[in-house]
């Protein structure tokens, strides 16, 4: 059946523009001009040239932490029943500045992870790389933080991953922080980022995503910016994938008759509850709440056991899978799982960035 081409668009999650492009170019067997309108038969496949697995898309990764973001830009791994693919990336040059989030990611993710400060670290960068992301700390635009904006140390060091696009140039950037980024007492450091961001001669596509409509069991709120060179197709964001979210219950329920497993790292603060925030109790039915990095102890409360909800737990919560060791104690890990990107939402964002450049090769 002939259908137009936009509505084809639509359909493979593609820029309209694009497709008109590759159709005038013949990219399509079916494509025709019907007047000043294109139309093509809807059964057609999308012409995307895949990019072989052994010569991938190499990325540099800044503020790491434990590994969230990059094993989301990774893939090959299993959460909640479904199967996140391996993409084309891989990861050639990593850092953090946290002694134990590096003894984390060398676990998972591999043992490429510079350790140490990043504006100590910026002369070891590779030459080039195609893909440059990272999740700069958020602590000082964060809702729960001091909300000094970029007069704060650590969120005035987006400026590194600046710094890093500007030296290696690469197709795509990616940059994550949080949701209250956006608000309106931060509109002068969104200002100054987007400001430095579009001085490096990117295309940026930047809008917040609710974790939960894309498989994470968490009503976690974060921006990205996404920076495509002027040779890389539009950057299409990823659609939601669950309208409905998956709930506490459903992500830890099994874990409730479990006895404490340090190995597994099942283990739970047991401060007491007083007036901080933390002491919010899970609603079985639905997502849990954001998990909080710097909480010190008040991490929220299971939703029917007289306890807090265990480390494992709360990265069940940020959708980290099983197989992920975390070799810290409670502290530490607590403070790398709240600090991390969840690994779920992170991929759909990497495949929707996969999608740009594969266009690009394809036209």
């Known amino acids: 059946m002939l259908i137009a081409l936009p509505e084809y668009a639509k359909i493979h999650k593609r820029s309209g523009a694009t497709l008109r492009r590759m159709a005038e170019r013949q990219m399509f067997e079916t494509a025709r001009k019907i007047g000043r309108n294109w139309v093509i038969d809807s059964d057609?496949?999308?012409?995307?040239?895949?990019?072989?697995?052994?010569?991938?898309?190499?990325v540099v990764s800044l503020f790491s932490g434990c590994g969230g973001m990059d094993l989301g830009f990774l893939g090959d791994f299993d959460f909640m029943g479904e199967?996140?693919?391996k993409t084309c990336f891989d990861i050639v040059w990593a850092n953090e500045i946290n002694r134990s989030a590096c003894e984390t990611y060398r676990?998972?993710?591999?043992?490429h992870i510079i350790e140490g400060d990043v504006n100590n670290v910026m002369d070891t960068l590779p030459e080039s790389a195609d893909v440059v992301i990272g999740g700069f700390p958020c602590q000082d635009v964060s809702i729960n933080g001091k909300m000094l904006g970029l007069k704060g140390r650590r969120s005035s060091l987006y400026t590194a991953i600046v710094e890093a696009v500007h030296r290696i140039q690469p197709k795509v950037f990616v940059a994550e922080n949080v949701g209250g980024l956006l608000l309106k007492q931060n509109k002068e450091s969104l200002d100054k980022i987007l400001e430095d961001f579009n001085g490096l001669g990117y295309a940026i596509h930047f809008q917040p995503y609710l974790a939960a409509d894309y498989g994470v069991p968490q009503t976690r709120e974060r921006v990205f910016f996404v920076g495509t060179r002027s040779d890389i197709s539009e950057f299409v964001p990823p659609t939601r994938t669950h309208v409905e979210p998956i709930t506490a219950q459903q992500a830890i329920g099994d874990l409730e008759p479990m006895e404490a497993d340090r190995d597994f790292s099942h283990i739970w603060s047991m401060a007491n509850a007083s007036g901080?925030?933390?002491?919010r109790r899970l609603a079985a039915d639905r997502p849990g709440y954001t998990i909080r990095a710097e909480c010190h102890g008040n991490i929220q409360f299971h939703y029917s056991l007289p306890r807090r909800i265990s480390m494992r737990e709360a990265a069940r919560i940020q959708s980290f899978p099983d197989s992920f060791r975390?070799?810290?104690?409670?502290?530490?890990?607590?403070?790398?799982?709240?600090?991390?990107?969840?690994?779920?939402l992170a991929w759909h964002v990497a495949k929707a960035v996969e999608s740009a450049i594969e266009r690009s090769a394809a036209t």
């Open 326 to 344: 975390f070799p810290s104690g409670l502290r530490e890990t607590e403070r790398q799982i709240g600090n991390a990107v969840p690994p779920v």
């Open 107 to 111: 676990i998972n993710i591999g043992r």
């Open 276 to 279: 901080e925030q933390g002491n």
């Open 83 to 85: 199967r996140y693919e």
């Open 44 to 58: 057609e496949a999308y012409p995307v040239k895949k990019r072989d697995i052994k010569n991938p898309l190499t």
